[in-house]
């Protein structure tokens, strides 16, 4: 067969550029089935499924770290008493994880009464405890043994109503997380503390909601004379020496402070109705265990 011949005459080694193209009217080539493009392999569906559990696994760790504290149920640092004598707090951790200890609480025992009883009329709450009008018998000042304290108020009023040893929530004036015992009598509530191992009177808090107001301890009347029940006029009468101001607390909604004119420290504090002169004090409180 001869080489194809150049119409035009051109030089040896030339091909026609039309030499590809199907005669008018001839059917188009086949095309073959699409293979994946130069340079990349096929899709692997393990590979696949791998990255997307990897992705999930992130996405619910931090969703757990940003809404783990609130879905738990359980508030970061909170303590909550057993009955089986133990003190479980909660606590979360900048990372999110929570922590929980347990601690033993001491054995709750009965004070004993320790004679002789003491009228009411003799006894006057002062800033660091109360007072007894009574030269024989000492005063029962806060860090007084509480086998002592305690003694003596329950001869004075009976049985006390008793919380036994938990762990504070700030509720009395205790810094959280101490340990606390309130034993109530009537509206009168006495509050023991730990210190150095020793159980000892440390606080009280004389309330109108606490109990009978019909009873002894509910005519408990400070130095200068004021008792629960009487009003903001008596109140300010009484401490005109002094300074009376007031405000709100979140726990107990209105109060009232007196305040030394002095030293400008606390004296005694309170609920009360409101600031009007006819508004009644709800309590009488000595200033908080965690504040001195």
């Not at 405890?129 to 024989?136: A, E, F, I, K, T």
């Not at 019909?214 to 009468?237: F, H, N, R, Y």
């Amino acid at each position: 067969m001869s080489d194809p011949r150049d119409p035009y005459d051109n030089p040896p080694g030339w091909t026609d550029p039309y030499a590809d193209i199907p005669p008018v009217g001839a059917p188009p080539p086949q095309q073959g089935q699409p293979g994946p493009p130069a340079g990349q392999p096929p899709g692997s569906p393990l590979l696949t499924g791998l990255i997307l559990a990897l992705l999930l696994v992130g996405l619910s760790v931090a969703v757990f770290q940003l809404f783990g504290a609130e879905d738990d149920g359980t508030a970061s640092g909170t303590t909550t008493t057993t009955l089986d004598g133990t003190a479980t707090t909660t606590t979360l951790d900048g990372t999110g994880t929570t922590t929980t200890t347990a601690t033993t609480l001491p054995s709750t025992e009965p004070y004993p009464p320790v004679d002789p009883p003491i009228p009411a009329s003799d006894l006057k709450m002062m800033t660091d405890g109360l007072r007894v009008n009574d030269n024989d018998i000492k005063d029962i000042v806060f860090g007084t043994d509480a086998d002592l304290a305690i003694g003596r108020l329950t001869a004075s009023f009976g049985d006390p109503e008793d919380t036994g040893w938990q762990t504070s929530t700030d509720q009395w004036g205790v810094c959280a997380g101490d340990l606390e015992r309130v034993l109530t009598f009537d509206t009168f509530a006495a509050i023991v503390t730990k210190s150095g191992g020793q159980e000892v009177y440390n606080g009280y808090r004389n309330d109108i909601n606490f109990g009978d107001i019909t009873q002894a301890p509910a005519t408990l009347e400070t130095l200068s004379g004021l008792k629960i029940g009487d009003t903001v006029d008596d109140l300010q009468t009484i401490y005109a020496d002094q300074r009376v101001t007031f405000g709100t607390n979140p726990r107990l909604g209105p109060t009232y402070s007196v305040v030394s004119a002095a030293s400008g420290t606390t004296l005694l504090w309170g609920p009360v109705e409101g600031e009007d002169p006819s508004d009644r004090i709800i309590g009488i409180y000595a200033p908080d265990v965690c504040g001195r």
